[in-house]
């Protein structure tokens, strides 16, 4: 079993950041990939983000979210990041952390306003 636990998340005006944490404690050896995914209301949960934890840390992203959010791992702490710069309104949703190993694992989620 791998635990996620989602921070960071808030309320933040048009252009402004934030940085999600994801911290993750259990079967941690077991996990090969995270991502970060949203959900926004009457919407399907899609992949924002994502990075290996082996082969090097390579990433993939978005288009909508390419050259503002990067993602980013401190193995030595087991934490995941997100930053997220330059904030649309349409970045509004809950953020999700998810650990893939044989199986997938998912954090509780954070929400993200960004408004006026």
């Known amino acids: 079993q791998v635990r996620l636990v989602e921070s960071g998340g808030g309320l933040v005006q048009p252009g402004g950041s934030l940085r999600l944490s994801c911290a993750a404690s259990?079967?941690?050896?077991?996990?090969?990939?995270m991502g970060w995914y949203r959900q926004a209301p009457g919407k399907e949960r899609e992949l924002v983000a994502a990075i290996t934890i082996t082969s090097g840390g390579s990433t993939n992203y978005a288009d909508s979210v390419k050259g503002r959010f990067t993602i980013s791992r401190d193995n030595a702490k087991n934490t995941m990041y997100l930053q997220m710069n330059s904030l649309k309104p349409e970045d509004t949703a809950v953020y999700y952390c998810?650990?893939?190993?044989?199986?997938?694992?998912w954090g509780q989620g954070t929400q993200v306003t960004v408004s006026s």
């Open positions: 259990g079967s941690i050896f077991s996990i090969t990939a």
């Open positions: 998810n650990a893939r190993a044989l199986v997938g694992f």
